[in-house]
């Protein structure tokens, strides 16, 4: 079965992180709309809204698990939303640790991502990575880099 555009997108973007953090990250970042939102673990953690504060967001991310990868497991769309299921590692503190999620998509019609929504289980990436979710979610100082309403 054939790619739609959307997924075609999505997974070509989600393609620029597969083995490490991309070396241009604001680059990695061009198919998000400028007013884009990324939402990291829904619900726990308030939305980054702007690619600039995405950017600034994933700079910091880089900064705590200096090495990233993942491993796509399936993907599906409906209308301009994409589904992803994968497992991303991340190496935090010399330790590599698997996350599974769920990544949502919406894309406006002219096919640049809108919002970006990660599901997750924080309690277990944060005992895998030995922290407290709270000390996770305060490593990422996400308040810094939060948009409006967060």
Do not use: C
Request: no cysteine; aromatic share 8%.
């Amino acid at each position: 079965m054939a790619l739609t555009r959307q997924e075609e997108i999505v997974l070509n973007f989600i393609a620029a992180y597969r083995e490490s953090w991309p070396v241009d990250l604001a680059a990695a970042l061009q198919p998000l709309a400028e007013d884009a939102y990324y939402q990291i673990v829904v619900p726990t953690i308030a939305p980054v809204v702007g690619r600039d504060k995405i950017l600034a967001e994933h700079l910091l991310m880089k900064q705590k698990a200096t090495e990233q990868r993942h491993d796509m497991k399936s993907w599906g769309s409906n209308g301009n939303t994409v589904f992803t299921e994968r497992v991303d590692w991340s190496r935090r503190n010399g330790k590599w640790s698997a996350v599974p999620l769920v990544a949502v998509f919406d894309l406006n019609d002219a096919g640049q991502i809108i919002a970006w929504r990660e599901y997750l289980d924080l309690i277990n990436i944060s005992r895998s990575h030995g922290m407290t979710a709270d000390a996770l979610i305060e490593s990422l100082d996400l308040d810094a880099h939060a948009g409006p309403g967060a």
